[in-house]
């Protein structure tokens, strides 16, 4: 069989057609795999349980900044995710539309493309559709300062709140070193102990 140029050029066409839409499969179909699996370069789906959340929180205590989250799979090893900075307020908001929001022992699911940087393995989250929440698992209630002030103050110094504005201890701190709480509840969650003196005008 004798092939003519054009013959020739449609072989070509065709089998760099084909070459791309097996690359493009390759590329957009993640592998599920453990994390004692993975390696450089593989472009993977994970499941796995948030270890420690690397952020930055307001002085209420509410995330502003994520650096990364670790998650692991009890498979040996660890995995970190950095979300960019363009999403970062998509993700943080993401984690916000849950209560009580996303924390440490809740499981989640990754797709992304593993980097390894100085012996830690890592994937670089691009686009907020690549990161869930797969099923809820802590369900300790967020517990946040206010913004404004309240009955209920402590020194952020201190380990002591106090619930009256007579009170003479209360008084010693001053305005700019005060910190605030919805609740007495809140107080004693984040380690606070009631002032004895304020306890003693509560009856
Ligand atoms: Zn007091």
Request: proline share 3%; with cysteine; aromatic share 14%.
């Amino acid at each position: 069989m004798k092939l003519s140029d054009d013959k020739i050029k449609y072989i070509c066409l065709i089998t760099v057609l084909f070459g791309i839409l097996s690359l493009n499969f390759y590329n957009f179909e993640p592998k599920e795999k453990k994390i004692r699996d993975i390696e450089e370069g593989d472009y993977v789906k994970i499941k796995g349980y948030i270890q420690s959340m690397k952020v930055i929180r307001d002085w209420c205590g509410k995330i502003q900044d994520i650096k990364y989250i670790k998650i692991g799979d009890n498979t040996g090893g660890d995995l970190r995710i950095y979300p960019s900075k363009d999403i970062e307020k998509d993700l943080i908001e993401y984690i916000y539309s849950y209560t009580p929001s996303i924390k440490e022992g809740d499981l989640i699911e990754v797709v992304g493309t593993v980097e390894v940087f100085n012996g830690i393995y890592l994937i670089h989250l691009k686009d907020l559709k690549n990161f869930k929440l797969l099923e809820k698992r802590n369900f300790k209630r967020d517990i946040f300062l206010s913004p404004t002030p309240t009955g209920i103050y402590a020194s952020k110094y201190g380990k002591i709140y106090h619930t009256s504005n007579k009170c003479p201890y209360g008084k010693k701190i001053k305005e700019d070193n005060r910190i605030y709480f919805y609740s007495e509840e809140d107080a004693q969650d984040l380690g606070y102990r009631k002032c004895k003196w304020c306890a003693s005008k509560d009856d």
